[in-house]
């Protein structure tokens, strides 16, 4: 494992004019972990064509171009190949994708199963008019290397990236489906004066997907991927003129720069529980009665739900098994430990994540821990085939948890 003394100096190293950071999670269809042939990260096909420029321009089927990819994290190298899949425009087929492949299979480091769910960064060595000879990587081992990325350039969701060059700022890349942007003229002239609360957008993400039609599962994810299209909308809208002003002075700069990182973690930390609560309630759960948000527990401790709800866990004449804790996590790699004394009347603990799989050594841990992982449906074929048939889904947890009041 490395030091976070390494991966600090590993940051600024790489914070350099001529590099382009592609930032994700690790899936399970990523690594190894679920068994497929084809592992190795996705990266969009847009980002790889401008990295790689003569893929485009050569004319030719299949064409292809090898430069050195060194796993810093590891201290692996290996020689890798991105591969422009065409026979769409050759032979007539179906193929148009751009895939980096040669990673190594078992032998890479990066590619191991344990790291699914692990934040990586690809730092790629851009020179202008030519292909990308060099790309270093680092694959965080523990959520304190997270963390210390995360403070640097925002939070980083399951099933989402970030492209960012040093010598301008970039935001995500737009999603094509643009029924959560506002336009310019349609944001709130009191948000352009106060930045909205979690609460605010929240509220607008309701208003845009209402409860109509959608399956509890396919509810919550729509609900996410609006809300994270409207947070950067509304923040390239309203932040990006600021910023294109420029800065008197580096000071200057850097409070602006950590206000952004800041407003993007707090709005992370809390949106999914909004997202669940507010489901549980359309759902006809009744808070106080069906559950409990944020409850206290023992000593100060606050899961984020107990069911049927905070007076039933007090009262020592309800049985335990009756009781039901539902801890939420975005990524639960490493942090699924956090919730494991949240409640102690309750032995096994429901943990809803949005994580695109575990490995099955992951999972398996879990288990032994009394740890019951709770994913919305859309996400289960994420998982390694083993694994699939023990996880829960959303719409499951609820139809038990109305069950626990009669």
Known sequence: MASLNELSYWLNEQRRMDRVWYVKRLSANDTLAS????????????????????????????????????????????????IWYNNKWHDGGTRDEVRITNWGG????????????????????RQQGRDVSLCNVWVCDHVTEEDLIENLIGVIIPGKHIIRSWDRICFAEKNKNNSCCLSPENIPEDWRNNFPTTIDIFK????????????????????????????????????????????????????TAKKILQRRKARSGRSLELHLREIFLEEKLKEGLNFSYQPET???????????????????????????MLAVKTTCKDRWRQILNEAD???????????????????????????????????????????????QTLESFVGDVRLLSN
């Open 298 to 324: 023992e000593n100060g401790k606050r899961p984020d739900f107990v069911f049927p709800c905070e007076n039933a866990y007090k009262n020592q004449h309800f049985l335990s098994k009756q009781l039901r």
């Open 35 to 82: 068994g497929s042939h084809q592992a190795g990260p996705y990266m969009p096909k847009k980002l790889l064509m401008d990295l790689f420029p003569s893929l485009q321009y050569s004319g030719k089927k299949n064409p292809r171009v090898t430069f050195e990819l060194r796993l810093d994290s590891c201290h692996d190298i290996r020689d890798v190949t991105a």
């Open 204 to 255: 607008k993400v309701i208003e845009l997907i209402p409860d109509i039609g959608d399956t509890i599962n396919e509810r919550l994810i729509r609900r996410r991927n609006c809300e994270f299209e409207l947070f950067r909308n509304i923040e390239k809208n309203i932040e990006f003129s600021f910023i294109q002003q420029g800065f008197s002075t580096i000071d200057a700069f850097l409070e």
């Open 345 to 391: 009347r309750i032995p096994v603990k429901h943990l809803f994540t949005l994580q695109e799989g575990v490995s099955v050594n992951q999972f398996q841990e879990m288990c032994e821990s009394n740890v019951r992982l709770v994913v919305p449906k859309p996400l289960i074929n994420k998982y390694p085939l083993e694994i699939q048939g023990h996880l």
């Open 106 to 125: 078992q032998h890479s480091a990066l590619l191991e199963p344990e790291n699914t769910g692990s934040l990586v960064i690809f730092s790629f060595q």
